[in-house]
C-alpha cells in the first residue's frame, strides 16, 4: 500500500491536496490527526507504525522511516522543515568485521509536541525530543535533550539555548 500512495502522491502538486495524500495515509495504516499538511515530495519507509498528532506540517523532501516493529511519532502542533530525515534503523560500529557497520538495531523515535525541525536535520534511533524543542537546521539528534523548549544544534546536537 505505501508503494501505491507513493506514486499516486508523486503526482500531487506539492503544497495542495494535503486531505487526499492524510486519507492515503491513512489506508496505508498510519494514524493521521486533524489539519496535517504532507508536501507531496515527503517520502515514508519502512513497516513500523507511523504516529501524526493534529496540525502538523511535513515540508518538502522529508524521509521518515520506521523499520523493524519501531514507531515514530511525531506530537501535535510540529512543524518539519525541508529535507528533514527521521530514521529508526541504524547499525553499530563493529572495527574488527569485514563491515564496519556491524549488525543492525532499531528503536522508536518520538517528536514532542510543538517542536520545529530546521532544514537538514536528522532524528536517529531512539531519540525522544521533550516539547516544543527547536533542532537547528543541519543538526544531527544522537540522544534527547533533558529539557523542554531547548534549541539543540550542532553534530552531535546539544543543547545551546533555553527558550522561556
Known sequence: RLWIYRMVKSLMPENRFYGIKVAL???????VGSHVRINSSADFRGCGDLRIGD???IGPNNFISAVGGTAIEIGSCCDLGPAVMILTGSHKIDP???????????QSVTIGAGTWL?????????????????????????????V????????PATVRKILR
Open 118 to 146: 530546521g532544514a537538514r536535520c536528522t532524528i536517529l534511533p531512539g531519540v525522544n525530543l521533550p516539547r516544543k524543542t527547536l533542532v537547528a537546521a543541519g543538526a544531527v539528534v544522537t540522544k534527547a535533550p533533558p
Open 25 to 31: 495515509l491513512r489506508w496505508c495504516g498510519a494514524c
Open 96 to 106: 574488527e568485521g569485514e563491515h564496519i557497520a556491524g549488525q543492525g538495531f532499531s
Open 55 to 57: 496540525d502538523v506540517w
Open 148 to 155: 523542554e523548549m531547548g534549541l539543540v544544534a550542532g553534530v
